[in-house]
């Protein structure tokens, strides 16, 4: 921030101090002065008195653009600071009004009769010398002695009279501007109240447009997720072909069970699991020939686990390449060298429907 | 005489006792007694001042959460002062040579993890359509504005005028001439007062701060009875 005419009268250490108050100090140096200040009271004094000399400042409206700007925005986040300002505020309405009628009491004195806790800070002025000295020392008559004491016992007893009236009228008074007051207090809450209420009306309108629309929204997406897992679940077909269903290695050899796949015509992918006795080998692979012989088809597989003295792969073997048909299905185990030696061999009737 | 305090009458002590035992926040018990006086200990080793010296700190502290416009800075101020208390209850060795910038470090946590506090409570009232405390602070602070001719400017000018009665016949007339200029006769005022009284501005700026002190006290007063 550079110096504007509002800091520029003022010693280095001020500037910082407002500049550090209206939150235009760059961080690290807004740190170095708060350490500074955490450890020196005086310098903290320093602060607290500015602090309070830029508030009365603000109030009077002495900052210039940038300064007001940085204050308003930075100095009043503090409801403490908003309660000063609004003091120096009112401080400064008062000094206007006690200013406004010092100076007119100045250029005609007759023009304010009542006197007032403002005039009554007026310096006393001199009173006007009525008798002299000689007038005093005259004697009076006893009749006059009488008139006066007269007067002077009817101006009491009116004053009094009066005196007791204006007390009365000025209760009156106090207690119509207290029930005016708490009506409107009344008011204001009442008003405030209804906003709220309303506010609140409106709020919840929303929300619960907001609700019918989000559990329409959540109903959509429940019926979409059960077509996609509906669909998924035909996508990908899973089967398993125990030991029970294992024939010789050798083709045509001896006899053995038929495993029956019936694969939807809308599936994908067949993940299909494989168990033949322990064998030494960890890599596999598999082929799967048509009855026939015509075609052969080379399937990848995945993983090899060994559970007891039974070994399982799984095959995962592209449903489209699966036409319905008898099929023979030849695991081999991998041989370090890569030669295949075969570990187990299945009968399979896929069935496309 | 000697004057000493002993640990227990700090504790007892009517200021003293105002902020370690406020209510803090629900999660954080108060202090307890030896963790304050070894807080008081580490604060002032010297003994005779630690509750002028916690004080102090605490008045700073809450300075300085105010100005970074934390909404409750003296609550803020006790919580870094307890933290650093029950660091040293549970034996962390503390240098008192840099006791200032330790405090600080820990009152800058505790600034942080204030606003990440707020900002999570502003999102919570962002999410609830706005409670309306949330922003209080901004209200009022828009309401200084707005609130020219509402009562509640006509209140404070009211008791200001009469808590300006209280003060001695001079010091009311002080305060009126200081206020009495706006905009940049303002600080031409204040040099031609200062010249008058034949006495340097910063300390007509101090007179006045004390003026202010004490009105403002009895203003607050006023408007709350």
């Given amino acids: 921030m550079e110096k504007t005419r509002y800091t520029k009268l003022r010693s280095e250490d001020e500037e910082n101090i407002i500049r550090y108050l209206l939150g235009a100090l760059p961080e690290a140096e807004s740190d170095r002065f708060e350490q500074l200040y955490l450890r020196d009271e005086a310098l903290f004094d320093q602060l607290s008195e500015i602090e309070d000399e830029l508030i009365d400042d603000y109030a009077g409206g002495a900052l210039d653009d940038e300064n007001r700007e940085r204050f308003e925005q930075n100095f009043l986040r503090s409801p403490e600071r908003c309660e000063k300002t609004q003091l120096a505020v009112a401080m400064t309405e008062h000094a206007a009004a006690w200013k406004v009628q010092k100076e007119l009491n100045a250029s005609s004195p007759s023009a304010m009769p009542h006197s007032s806790r403002i005039d009554s800070i007026e310096p006393n002025r001199p009173q006007a010398t009525v008798l002299t000295f000689k007038r005093w020392l005259r004697p009076v008559p006893a009749w006059r002695e009488w008139a006066a004491i007269a007067a002077a016992v009817l101006i009491a007893v009116g004053t009094a009279a009066l005196w007791f009236r204006n007390r009365g009228l000025d209760r009156q008074l106090l207690a119509a501007n207290v029930g005016e007051s708490r009506l409107r207090e009344q008011t204001a809450t009442q008003q405030a109240r209804a906003a709220q209420a309303e506010s609140q009306r409106d709020a919840e309108r929303e929300s619960s447009n907001d609700l019918k629309n989000q559990v329409q929204a959540l109903t959509e997406q429940v019926h979409t997720l059960a077509g996609e897992a509906q669909s998924v679940k035909k996508i990908v077909v899973s089967a398993f072909i125990g030991i029970e269903y294992l024939a010789n290695v050798t083709r045509g050899i001896g006899e053995s069970k038929t495993k029956m796949l019936a694969i939807p015509l809308s599936a994908r992918t067949v993940r299909l699991g494989v168990e033949f006795p322990e064998s030494r080998f960890q890599n596999f692979a598999a082929t799967l020939l048509r009855a026939d012989g015509n075609s052969m088809l080379p399937i990848k597989t995945v993983g090899g686990r060994t559970r007891g003295d039974k070994q399982s792969v799984t095959l995962i073997i592209p449903a489209t390449k699966l036409q319905s048909g008898d099929y023979d299905l030849l695991v081999d185990g991998i041989t370090p060298q890569d030669h295949r030696e075969g570990v187990g061999r299945y009968h399979l009737t896929i069935v496309r429907r | ?225």
């Fill in chain 2, 1 to 225: 005489m000697e004057y000493r305090f002993s640990a227990h009458f700090i504790l007892k002590h009517p200021l003293v006792k105002r902020f370690p035992r406020r209510k803090m926040s629900k999660e954080k018990p108060q202090l307890q007694d030896r963790e304050f006086e070894l807080l008081l200990a580490w604060l002032d080793p010297g003994i005779e001042h630690s509750a002028d010296a916690y004080l102090g700190v605490h008045k700073r502290l809450t300075s300085i959460f105010i100005n970074k416009g934390c909404s409750a800075p003296e609550e803020l101020a006790d919580e870094t002062l307890n933290r650093v208390a029950r660091q040293l209850a549970d034996g962390k060795k503390i240098g008192t040579d840099n006791r200032f910038a330790y405090l600080y470090g820990v009152a800058k946590n505790i600034r942080s993890e204030y606003w990440r506090r707020w900002e999570n409570r502003k999102r919570e009232d962002l999410k609830q359509e706005g409670d309306p405390n949330s922003f209080k602070s901004l209200v009022r602070i828009g309401s200084i504005a707005a609130s020219k001719e509402t009562e509640e400017r006509e209140r404070p000018l009211h008791c200001l005028d009469e808590c300006l009665s209280h003060l001695p016949p001079e010091s009311r007339l002080l305060m009126l001439e200081y206020y009495s200029e706006d905009k940049t006769q303002k600080i031409d005022t204040r040099d031609r007062m200062a010249n008058r009284l034949g006495i340097a501005s910063g300390v007509l700026r101090n007179r006045i701060y004390k003026l202010r002190n004490t009105l403002r006290p009895c203003v607050a007063e006023c408007v709350a009875r």
